[in-house]
């Protein structure tokens, strides 16, 4: 079975500190995409980051980056200088190329920013 | 460019109802995707539409439904409500696919009562 895993229910951090994020998965699939979403109290779900399994360079976007461990099935985030803002539930995700769009999600991790 | 639009934001339903929730993908986006969000299962796929056609379906119960229209919008249909039904349905457009990330509307609240 397809299945993504996010070992901490909840994380903190102090504004301005760094925060890394936990995710593994499972799949037999070579070719596949994953993502961090962001889902803050609004309720939408905001892609943070995107990673294709088949580039070994880890995907960066101003102050988040991922650590792709191909092999370890290893996608974990990274926010640096973490702001209130960041203050969220954070969902790791992937689609692999014969699942269409279907995207499966992990259980989430609640992010709370302390000032 | 405008976002995706979901109507109703809030909805209170009584068992054995049937609702309908509209999503509008962004312009141009031809792939419509439906999720299901509880606090007990997590984020669980629906189905995906593209270009009017059913592409990929989850594991939910013929209760559950949709269609899509020649201007992309969506709409999904749930018929004989239950209790369990309560949940976020959130929508998703993409113009090629998954691969590339959705982008997601704000959702629809459904409460069954």
């Known amino acids: 079975a397809q299945t993504v895993t996010q070992s901490q229910p909840e994380m903190s951090v102090q504004e301005a500190e760094t925060v890394t994020l936990s995710c593994t998965y499972d799949t037999s699939e070579s070719d596949y995409y994953l993502f961090w979403y962001k889902q803050p109290p609004s309720r939408q779900m905001i892609l943070v980051i995107r990673q294709e399994a088949y580039k070994q360079q880890n995907a960066t976007e101003n102050r988040f980056s991922v650590n792709f461990q191909k092999a370890a099935k290893s996608f974990s985030l990274k926010i640096s200088d973490s702001q209130l803002g960041d203050a969220a539930m954070y969902f790791c995700?992937?689609?692999?190329?014969?699942?269409?769009?279907?995207?499966?999600f992990g259980e989430g991790t609640q992010l709370t920013v302390n000032p | 460019k405008a976002g995706v639009t979901q109507t109703p934001r809030y909805l209170i339903k009584t068992r054995g109802q049937q609702v309908t929730l509209s999503c509008s993908p962004i312009s141009g986006h031809r792939s419509v995707s439906w999720y299901q969000q509880t606090p007990g299962q997590g984020l669980q796929f629906l189905f995906e539409y593209f270009s009017e056609t059913q592409r990929n379906k989850g594991n939910f119960p013929g209760r559950f439904s949709g269609r899509q229209f020649s201007n992309s919008r969506s709409e999904m249909n749930v018929s004989t409500l239950e209790l369990g039904d309560s949940a976020l349905y959130l929508c998703a457009s993409s113009s090629e696919g998954g691969k590339y990330g959705y982008t997601f509307g704000s959702g629809t609240r459904l409460t069954v009562v």
């Open positions: 995700a992937y689609v692999w190329e014969t699942s269409g769009s279907r995207l499966t």
